[in-house]
């Protein structure tokens, strides 16, 4: 009786948030859009697969803005896809001295994802520490630290692409459903739950929302600032890294500059999903939303065949909208009015 209860409480939580029901009208909105220009093979099986295989590596990147500004003390993290590139160029050019993926292609997989965690975790926790101990400006550190990994990347591969080929299991993952779902969505949904869960009920996410609301009754609190913002950069640092090896998957190679606009877009998606700037506030639930109503609309640009460029200046436009629009507070102009 008590677990009916408590699930129907989370349930009504999640559905009594307004952004959470704003990016549901949206999401449901841009598919009938999609529908009425693209026509209904815009809705078959294998674009729907091909819209959730492009989800996760940019999905995985905006949760870790969310995390960043969730934190707060003008909290982001501009470095996600440099470090996501990193990772992935590190354990491509390593891996292969010691395994290879013709011989043992698990092993070379499994060994190759925990490369990629470890170079996210050494870049998180040099974000953090930055953040944390030499207390600079977020905004600035992660775009130092962006240059700064960018930089290695070009340096490990003279500035060309690293190209992995076919590896079976690799591939696997990167593109083929298990009933249904691809296996890289499956593991984006696993982590966005797990870390959703970790905010809600653990006492480090209480300590990270109070963080970010009210810095001030946290110092007074005892929380340990520090040990927070290193936490929160350090699993930003992982998701990062996670979203290099889907990439790796993805596309079978890894090079210093992919996803370039991938900053921008993560940067929207947790704007999108109500994430507040300033701190204190933010759902994985929107995230996830707000990550499926791009990616329906980017579909969709590509059914139009419509530009890169003009997609950028579209990511570009509403990232200002939404920005605005959280600056206005509705009620306020409504007592103004009355």
Request: hydrophobic share 55%.
């Amino acid at each position: 009786m008590s677990n009916s209860v408590s699930n129907r409480s989370l349930w009504q939580s999640v559905t009594s948030d307004r952004q959470f029901n704003f990016l549901v009208v949206v999401n449901l909105l841009v598919l009938t859009a999609a529908v009425s220009i693209s026509g209904i093979d815009f809705v078959n099986a294998y674009n729907l697969q091909s819209m959730a295989i492009q989800i996760p590596e940019l999905g995985l990147l905006a949760i870790g803005v969310t995390l960043a500004m969730i934190s707060g003390n003008g909290g982001i993290d501009l470095s996600g896809i440099a470090l996501a590139n990193l990772s992935g160029i590190t354990a491509a050019l390593l891996v292969p001295q010691f395994i290879s993926p013709d011989d043992s292609p698990m092993t070379y997989v499994f060994v190759f994802g925990f490369v990629c965690l470890c170079v996210g975790f050494v870049g998180g926790i040099v974000n953090g520490l930055l953040v944390s101990r030499a207390n600079l400006t977020p905004i600035i550190a992660t775009l130092g630290t962006s240059l700064a990994f960018t930089g290695v990347s070009v340096v490990l591969t003279n500035g060309s692409g690293v190209r992995l080929g076919y590896i079976e299991p690799l591939d696997a993952f990167g593109h083929s459903p298990i009933m249904g779902v691809p296996m890289c969505f499956a593991l984006f949904l696993v982590i966005a739950i797990i870390i959703g869960a970790v905010l809600r009920f653990t006492p480090f996410g209480t300590r990270l929302f109070l963080l970010g609301s009210n810095p001030k009754a946290a110092r007074f609190a005892g929380f340990n600032e520090k040990r927070l913002f290193l936490t929160a950069y350090t699993i930003s640092g992982m998701l990062a890294s996670v979203a290099g090896f889907i990439i790796a998957a993805r596309i079978s190679s890894v090079k210093w500059d992919y996803g370039t606009s991938y900053v921008l877009i993560a940067i929207l998606i947790v704007v999108m999903a109500g994430v507040k700037p300033e701190g204190g506030y933010g759902r994985i639930s929107c995230v996830i939303l707000s990550a499926a109503a791009l990616q329906i609309l980017s579909s969709m640009f590509n059914f139009l065949n419509i530009s890169n460029f003009f997609r950028d200046f579209a990511w570009g436009v509403l990232l200002l909208v939404f920005l605005a629009v959280s600056k206005f507070d509705l009620r306020v102009w409504r007592l103004t009015k009355s």
